[in-house]
């Protein structure tokens, strides 16, 4: 499941406040403020769809295509790597954001 962005609404009483810091499951507050170095590329002909990426992604900004294949949410994509790192067939590449044009 992808992440959808909720509105963060300020609480005007304190019984309005969460009580721990974990926000409602599947949502985030605000997208990614641009300040991502690199990017996860991924190369559909290597991918074998195995989600391993799908699993391992601390966002959950990975996402199933129709083909079995992978594709990234970059609204919320932090560009940490772990996904790259953990790709057993090499399918995903990180790739600086101004290099994005020479792909």
């Not at 699993?55 to 919320?76: M, S």
Request: glycine share 6%; aromatic share 8%.
């Amino acid at each position: 499941m992808r992440p959808k962005v909720k509105s963060y609404k300020q609480p005007s009483k304190l019984s309005e406040y969460p009580s721990t810091p974990a926000f409602e499951s599947g949502h985030l507050v605000s997208k990614n403020a641009g300040w991502r170095t690199f990017k996860p590329v991924v190369d559909a002909e290597k991918c074998v769809g195995c989600l391993r990426c799908y699993l391992v992604c601390p966002d959950g900004v990975v996402a199933r295509t129709k083909d079995n294949k992978v594709e990234i949410e970059y609204d919320f994509c932090k560009g940490c790597g772990i996904c790259a790192h953990e790709c057993k067939v090499e399918a995903i590449t990180m790739v600086k954001e101004a290099d994005e044009d020479e792909i």
